[in-house]
């Protein structure tokens, strides 16, 4: 069976530090990818999605990257972080018209 | 491109009582239609789906929803709430092209009261 890993859970980081999450899929082959921000209260904001290794789609401008080394990661940086990165992120994969969530990383920039 | 909209920001509901909560969708074809539940800092779990067939899905949990075409609508019901089912609820339009990009509405906060 397919499962998603996403780490860390927690970070606080200070304003102006680098961030990298991570995002690992099992169990099944070249899915699509997705990156999601859930501010506190709001709904889901899809903020990066790759259909590929080394093919990233941003859907908002933002202070953040994402890159797909291998078939399976997904990776969510930041050279610099701002006071607004703050929030709830979300890894999912999709398998036909389904979407399948990680546990989320919450992250305080501080 | 399709929309989902969640009119209920927030519903209290009382332990016992029945719960419904709306999702109205809209989507230039057949929608595959979602509900998941998530729990304060987890990730989202899939109660249900519509992909075809029977208008009427039963889920996890206890939980059932409706495929209405006609009025664009997939709501959630329960008959009975518990105190478990507290959590944020999310409907989603699922598809399969444009890289399967879901769209999702922006969540009913459930809180139940004892």
């Known amino acids: 069976s397919q499962t998603i890993h996403q780490w860390p859970a927690t970070l606080v980081q200070p304003v102006g530090s680098p961030l990298s999450l991570e995002c690992t899929v099992e169990?099944?082959?070249?899915?699509?990818l997705y990156w999601y921000r859930q501010a506190a209260g709001r709904g889901l904001q899809l903020l990066f999605y790759s259909v590929g290794i080394g093919q990233i789609s941003s859907e908002v401008p933002q202070n953040l990257s994402a890159s797909r080394p291998q078939d399976r990661q997904f990776i969510l940086s930041s050279k610099k972080l701002l006071l607004s990165d703050s929030g709830f992120y979300l890894c999912a994969w999709n398998q036909g018209a389904e979407a399948f969530f990680g546990q989320g990383t919450r992250l305080t920039v501080v | 491109a399709q929309s989902v909209t969640q009119p209920d920001i927030h519903i209290t509901v009382s332990e016992g009582a029945s719960l419904e909560l709306r999702c109205n969708y809209s989507y230039g074809a057949t929608p595959y239609l979602f509900w998941y539940v998530q729990s304060p800092g987890q990730g989202l779990q899939l109660l249900l789906k519509y992909f075809s067939g029977d208008t009427l899905v039963q889920g996890i949990k206890g939980f059932e929803a409706e495929f209405k075409r006609s009025q664009s609508s997939f709501n959630l019901r329960k008959p009975s709430v518990h105190w478990s089912d507290a959590a944020e609820y999310f409907c989603?339009?699922?598809?399969?092209?444009?890289?399967?990009?879901?769209?999702f509405g922006d969540g009913t906060t459930l809180t139940v009261k004892p």
């Open positions: 989603a339009v699922g598809v399969y092209t444009n890289a399967g990009k879901s769209t």
């Open positions: 169990g099944t082959s070249n899915p699509n």
